[in-house]
């Protein structure tokens, strides 16, 4: 085991979903502690059970990441008991799309706007004050290459995204020199379960796999990448 994160902590926000296990996989392998935030207790128990000889530096919360408050409150519990936050991932956000604009249900548009914007809105102002305190620190946020390819069909999730990496960009911009550095990645389709169960056709080989993913994260959280700053990397 490589141990570039040893004694780093590391929030993963959706650590327990399709990317976001991977990601925090990745990092428990590689020493970090671990905080996940999950929603769906089951699920979390089964990733904490496969965690096997890394389970005691894996913690999880149950939070709604798209409340400030309780977002606070998260890394509030993180810092009383790890004393910092090297790295903060969020790899919350959710997909809608095949209706036309002025088709689909406003309740989408909302929900949209906050699974892919507004949890990283509160994630990132939250870590970044520790951050910017430490003088150290690293911001990954997953958006989308749809918000780059704003397909039709889209809109309310392409929109989003293109918000939540313009967010990223402005904060990047705002804290460059301070030793905390900021990043998007913009995932194409991902080989997920839900993927290919909705896409049975498809040739699943062409798609990324989370595991690759999860090591660009890693990269852009490392060292490695201490002069990548406000970058939004296709991936
Ligand atoms: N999958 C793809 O093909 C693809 C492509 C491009 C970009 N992306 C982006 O990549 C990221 C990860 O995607 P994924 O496929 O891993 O999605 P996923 O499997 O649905 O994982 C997202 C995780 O976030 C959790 N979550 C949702 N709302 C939350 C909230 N309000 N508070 C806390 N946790 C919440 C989900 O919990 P529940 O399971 O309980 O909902 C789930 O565990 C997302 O931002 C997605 O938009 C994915």
């Not at 606070?72 to 991932?89: F, P, S, T, Y």
């Not at 989308?144 to 929109?159: E, F, I, N, T």
């Not at 060292?223 to 939004?232: L, P, Q, R, Y």
């Amino acid at each position: 085991m490589s141990a570039r994160f040893e004694g780093s902590t590391v929030l993963v926000a959706g650590g327990t979903g399709g990317l976001g296990r991977a990601v925090t996989s990745a990092f428990l392998e590689e020493g970090a502690n671990v905080v996940v935030t999950y929603r769906n207790q089951p699920e979390w128990e089964r990733f904490k059970n496969s965690a096997s000889a890394n389970a005691s530096r894996l913690q999880g919360h149950e939070v709604d990441v798209t409340d400030e408050a309780a977002v606070n409150q998260l890394i509030e519990k993180v810092l009383l008991k790890q004393g910092r936050l090297d790295a903060m991932v969020n790899t919350v956000g959710g997909y809608a799309g095949g209706l036309k604009l002025w088709e689909m249900e406003t309740i989408v548009f909302d929900r949209m706007l906050n699974l892919n914007l507004r949890s990283g809105y509160a994630l990132s102002r939250s870590a970044v004050r520790v951050m910017l305190k430490q003088g150290r620190g690293a911001i990954v946020n997953v958006a989308s290459k749809a918000a780059l390819d704003h397909a039709a069909g889209a809109a309310a999730y392409a929109a989003s995204k293109a918000a939540a990496v313009a967010m990223l960009d402005s904060l990047a911009a705002e804290v460059t020199g301070t030793g905390v550095r900021v990043n998007s990645i913009l995932p194409s389709i991902i080989d997920t379960e839900p993927n290919r169960k909705a896409m049975p056709k498809a040739d699943f080989t062409k798609w990324p796999k989370a595991e690759d993913i999860a090591r660009v994260i890693l990269f852009l959280c490392s060292e490695d990448a201490k002069v990548i700053h406000g970058a939004a990397i296709p991936v």
